[in-house]
């Protein structure tokens, strides 16, 4: 039988004599201890066993965040709101209008206005389906994003923060035939900040001109821009059916749900002329 090994100390002698100094700071409590947890206040972290008073400010910090940033963005929000209630206004106009000069030449060419709740609002023409909706989250973006480098965001904080709107352009029929998996495309994105003013963006075909927030107001005209651009960007973005080699077969599941069988393209392909239509939201499409 082997003879047991005597217990030694394994580590080295440096070790042990850079251990000695270690141990002493953190009975001394001049050192933190591995592992604690860093103070709120951002001082050193205090060793296991004797914890610091609680911070006395921490009720007036959150106050400050409340009554300062959720202040704000409530503002915020509340200017985006009434930003897509005068956008209401603005493209129930348009669509009258445009209803007025097209039903003369070619009545059965619809142009009308949908509404569905406070937060989304339609509009159909032809084929197309433009879907506007109000988020309802207070946005920002990297310092390198769109407006933000510019002299008029960096000399406000709050100039940071944005409501957005968006436009989405669907196929009407595939909200009148529930194709669910038919995309929908982002063509515009209007952003609103705590003074009202705006930046838009959108995809290239809707050539908008560059635009400074700082001279950016949002005006019955601004607003109308971003309508008719949007409709613009729809009506140019043309179906495009897809290959045989894409369609050949679907399957007893695609067909019975009416799903389109295309990738990634804005499509209107049907395998039946028989479907019903349906009410969505109340709205018969």
């Known amino acids: 039988m082997e003879d047991e090994l005597p217990h030694t100390d394994a580590r080295p002698a440096a070790a042990a004599e850079q251990a000695a100094p270690r141990a002493k700071a953190r009975k001394n409590n001049t ?10 206040d951002g001082n050193r972290p205090n060793a296991p066993g004797a914890p610091a008073a609680s911070p006395t400010d921490r009720l007036d910090q959150i106050f400050d965040g409340l009554q300062q ?89 709050w100039r940071r923060f944005f409501g957005h709107i968006m436009a989405y352009n669907f196929m009407a029929d595939s909200i009148k035939y529930q194709r669910f998996n038919d995309p929908g495309y982002l063509v515009g994105r209007l952003l609103i900040n705590i003074d009202r003013h705006y930046f838009l963006e959108g995809v290239q075909q809707l ?26 960007a729809a009506v140019n973005n043309d179906l ?29 392909f049907s395998f039946s002329h028989q479907q019903q239509p349906h009410n969505i939201d109340g709205l018969p499409y």
């Open 240 to 268: 495009v059916a897809p290959p045989m080699s894409e369609i050949q077969k679907i399957t007893v599941k695609q067909k019975l749900e009416n799903q389109q069988v295309s990738r990634g393209s804005k499509l209107g």
């Open 31 to 40: 050192e933190p201890a591995i592992g604690s947890t860093p103070n709120t």
């Open 69 to 157: 940033k959720s202040s704000a963005k409530q503002a915020i929000y509340r200017s985006t709101v009434a930003t897509f209630d005068l956008l209401r206004h603005v493209s129930q106009e348009l669509v009258v209008e445009l209803s007025r000069r097209i039903t003369p030449v070619d009545s059965s060419v619809v142009i009308e206005y949908r509404p569905v709740n406070d937060m989304e609002f339609h509009i159909r023409f032809s084929g197309d389906l433009l879907v506007f909706v109000l988020h309802s989250n207070i946005v920002t973006f990297a310092d390198d994003y769109g407006p933000m480098p510019t002299k008029y965001v960096q000399a406000d904080f």
């Open 207 to 232: 050539e908008l001109p560059d635009n400074d927030m700082s001279d950016s107001p949002v005006t019955d005209d601004s607003l109308r821009l971003f309508v008719e651009s949007a409709m613009i």
